[in-house]
C-alpha cells in the first residue's frame, strides 16, 4: 500500500484538479495543514501551487506573528475552464456513459432475445394447431366431434388462449386522496443493474489513495502530529517492514521530521501540518474520520445481492435463450449466414458466457471466502495485541505464526511452560510515542497574531 502512495505522480493540473475543488468547499482561510489533511495532497507539491493559485484567483494571504502562512480566497475561484479541461471533462463523461450503457446493454440483449425466440415458438405454436384444424373434418359434427380422430385431447392444445372468467367483483368505496407510495426496499435494484451482478457480481470500489492519506493525516492531527510505523501498522493492516516505508512516504510528502527515543523508537513528527487557521487541530469537535484496521471487518463476499427468486428468474430467461438458439441453429443456417449469425451463433455464445462466468465466479468463491476469514481473524489478532496481550501460537491457526513474524513477534516461554508471542518492538513504540506526545504543548500549534494581510493595509 506504502508502495502505491508513492508511486503516484502529481503534476500541476492534476494537482489544480484536486486542490480547487477543495478550496471552493472551504469557503474560509486555511493554513497548508488544513489544506492538506482535508485532501490528503502532498504539502511540498501543494504549497507552489497554492501561490500560483493566489495570484490567479486575486487571493488572499495572511501571516501570522510566528510565521504561519493562511491562505484565502474571498473572491472565489471561478475561471473559464481550458480546451484541453472541457475535452478531458468529455472523455470522463463518455466513459461513464459507456460503462453505464455496457451494462444495461447485457439486460437489453437478454430481454430482446427472450422475446424474439418466444415470438418464434408462438409462431411455430399457432403453425401447428393451424394444420391440426385443417386437417380435421367438421363438417355436421355437432358437440361430440372427434377433430379428426384425436379426441377431446386436441382442444386441449388451446390452453395458451386467454379465457375470460366473469368474476363479480364487489363496488369498492371511493377512497380519499391519493394512496402513499409504498418506500422502496433499501436493496432494490433495477433489473439492468440484477442483470449485471448475476454475471459479474456487485462494483468493486476503487482504492482511493488520497482517502487513505486524508485518513493518516487526520490520526496525525488528533495525536499531536506524532506517529510510529507500528501505529501505521495497525491503520492500515500492513506489516511492520511496510509500515516503515509509509512513515517515510509521509515524511517526504508532508515535510515530516524524525527524533529516536531512549529505547531506539523512531517517532515521526508533523508539527508544520498542525497548525490550524480555525482553531488547533487536535481541539476540533469534529467526528473521527481514521480507524484502527480491526474496526473495518471485512464481509463475506458474495455472487451478487440479487435474491433467489431475482438469480432464478434471470436464470430461466438465459436458459431460454440458450435452448432455443441450439434448437433453431440448424434451421437458420439453411436461411443464411446471417441468420445463423444474428439468431444461432451470437444469442447461443451470449447465452453461454452469461452462465459460465457466473460459474467460474462461483468456483472461486470458496478461496475468497477464506482469505477473508484469515484477514478478519488477523484483525482480531492485532485488536489483542494493541490491547497489551501476548499471544499462545495455535496448531490449529498456522497463519499465526505468518502473523507474528509479519509484526516481528518474539516467541518467549512465560512461567508455566508456554510458548507466547509477544510483540516487543510494538509495545515499546506504543510507550514512546505516548511520552512524546506528552511532552508537546498543544499551544504552539495555534495561530498568533496575523502580522500581514495581502487584503488590508
Not at 484541453?84 to 430482446?112: C, D, H, P, R
Request: with cysteine; proline share 6%.
Amino acid at each position: 500500500m506504502a508502495q502505491d502512495l508513492m508511486q503516484e505522480e502529481w503534476s500541476e493540473p492534476k494537482l489544480r484538479g484536486k486542490l480547487e475543488p477543495a478550496l471552493r468547499e472551504f469557503g474560509r482561510p486555511a493554513t497548508l495543514g488544513d489544506i492538506v489533511a482535508a485532501t490528503g495532497l502532498p504539502a511540498e507539491r501543494t504549497e507552489p501551487v497554492l501561490r500560483a493559485l493566489l495570484d490567479q484567483y486575486n487571493g488572499q494571504l495572511a501571516v501570522d506573528e510566528h510565521g504561519e502562512l493562511v491562505y484565502g480566497f474571498p473572491r472565489g475561484l471561478d475561471r473559464r475552464r481550458t480546451l484541453s479541461e472541457m475535452a478531458a471533462q468529455a472523455l470522463a463523461a463518455l466513459w461513464l456513459w459507456f460503462k453505464l450503457a455496457y451494462k444495461v446493454g447485457i439486460s437489453v440483449m437478454l430481454v430482446a432475445y427472450f422475446t424474439i425466440f418466444l415470438t418464434i415458438a408462438l409462431i411455430l405454436l399457432v403453425a401447428a394447431i393451424a394444420g391440426v384444424f385443417k386437417d380435421a373434418d367438421l363438417d355436421g359434427c355437432g358437440d361430440g366431434c372427434d377433430l379428426g380422430g384425436c379426441g377431446e385431447g386436441c382442444a386441449n392444445a388451446l390452453f395458451w388462449m386467454p379465457v375470460p372468467i366473469p368474476v363479480d367483483v364487489p363496488p369498492q368505496t371511493q377512497r380519499k386522496g391519493r394512496r402513499k407510495a409504498k418506500p422502496r426496499d433499501a436493496n432494490w435494484l433495477p433489473f439492468w443493474q440484477r442483470v449485471y451482478e448475476f454475471v459479474f457480481g456487485p462494483d468493486q470500489p476503487q482504492p482511493d489513495n488520497l482517502a487513505i492519506e486524508r485518513e493518516l493525516l487526520d490520526f496525525l492531527r488528533d495525536h499531536r502530529g506524532r506517529v510510529t510505523a507500528a501505529e501505521l501498522a495497525a491503520l492500515r493492516g500492513i506489516s511492520l517492514d511496510d509500515a516503515d516505508k509509509l512513515a517515510l512516504h509521509l515524511m517526504v510528502e508532508h515535510g515530516g521530521d524524525v527524533a529516536v527515543s531512549d529505547d531506539g523508537s523512531l517517532v515521526y513528527l508533523f508539527d508544520h501540518l498542525m497548525v490550524s487557521a480555525t482553531e488547533s487541530a487536535e481541539e476540533a469537535d469534529a467526528p473521527r474520520r481514521w480507524s484502527w484496521w480491526w474496526e473495518r471487518a471485512e464481509p463475506q463476499p458474495t455472487l451478487n445481492r440479487n435474491s433467489a427468486g431475482a438469480n432464478w428468474g434471470i436464470g430461466f430467461l438465459n436458459a431460454f435463450n440458450l435452448t432455443a438458439s441450439a434448437l433453431l441453429a440448424r434451421a437458420l443456417w439453411d436461411l443464411g449466414l446471417g441468420w445463423f449469425l444474428g439468431l444461432g451463433l451470437a444469442p447461443l455464445g451470449f447465452s453461454a458466457l452469461l452462465f459460465l462466468i457466473p460459474l467460474a465466479r462461483w468456483f472461486k468463491l470458496p478461496a475468497q471466502k477464506q482469505a477473508v476469514d484469515r484477514r478478519n481473524r488477523q484483525r482480531a489478532w492485532a485488536e489483542k495485541v494493541f490491547g497489551g496481550t501476548t499471544l499462545l501460537p495455535d496448531e490449529s491457526d498456522p497463519e499465526l505464526d505468518a502473523f507474528a513474524r509479519w509484526w516481528q513477534a518474539e516467541p518467549e516461554v512465560d512461567d508455566d511452560g508456554r510458548v507466547r508471542y509477544r510483540f516487543g518492538r510494538i509495545a515499546q513504540e506504543l510507550t514512546d510515542v505516548a511520552a512524546a506526545r506528552e511532552a508537546v504543548d498543544p499551544t504552539q500549534f495555534r495561530l498568533g497574531a496575523i502580522d500581514y494581510d495581502s487584503d488590508k493595509d
